[in-house]
């Protein structure tokens, strides 16, 4: 079974600090997403990476930058924590660049404070 | 970008009766429309899937049917069970997923 792990289940951040979300994948899958869910609004997209130190912008990736060093891992980094920023992060992958499944992680509910 | 549409919000029904979720979506390029459930605290799960060059898919008591030309795709539950509540997503993909904004569905016994 592929396994979606996000490092922090919760997180509580300062305005202003820079925080890492980190997420690790374990079936050598390609592509990775990092999403942000918000009631009412659904899942949206902030950035995708297809291969290692390969990125590319989602449809909301104004205050967040990623990282992607390692084929199975993807971070999201908030350079300068805000308010509006406080949210519910999932990470996904899937196998190829052609549409297959993403699996998810648990998500990591971050409140910045 | 693509836009994805989901009705209705909330969904109430009784266990053993059928549930039907609605999408609609914009740009025609998109082929494939995937359907993922998100139980309390959990990550969204795939459930089903189809892809634009079939009409209907079916997996015991889920299926999707497409309609192209209207662009719109939906989701049927049959024999609903508590266990089937939960947080519903449909969503539309060219290259990347857009997601439409979810459906809460509540089975009563």
């Known amino acids: 079974d592929v396994k979606v792990t996000q490092s922090s289940r919760y997180l509580v951040k300062r305005t202003g600090e820079k925080v890492f979300l980190e997420c690790v994948q374990d079936m050598d899958h390609e592509n990775m997403f990092w999403y942000r869910q918000d009631p009412g609004l659904g899942l949206r997209l902030i950035y995708f990476s297809y291969d290692v130190k390969m990125k590319e912008k989602g449809d909301i990736p104004e205050g967040y930058s990623v990282s992607r060093e390692k084929k199975e891992r993807f971070s999201l980094i908030l350079e300068s924590a805000s308010t509006n920023q406080t949210s519910m992060y999932l990470c996904a992958s899937n196998p190829t660049r052609s549409n297959q499944p993403q699996h998810f992680g648990d998500g990591t509910r971050l409140s910045i404070l | 970008g693509e836009n994805v549409e989901q009705h209705p919000s909330t969904l109430s029904v009784q266990e053993g009766d059928s549930a039907v979720i609605k999408c609609t979506y914009s740009d025609s390029a998109s082929n494939y429309f995937p359907w993922y459930k998100q139980e309390l605290g959990k990550g969204p799960q795939l459930i089903i899937d189809?892809?634009?060059?079939?009409g209907e898919k079916k997996d015991q008591r889920i299926a999707v049917t497409l309609n192209k030309t209207a662009k719109h795709f939906s989701l049927h539950i049959t024999e609903t069970q508590p266990e089937d509540s939960a947080v519903y997503f449909c969503a539309a993909s060219h290259s990347t997923l857009t997601f439409g904004k979810g459906t809460m569905l509540l089975v009563s016994p």
């Open positions: 189809i892809r634009s060059n079939v």
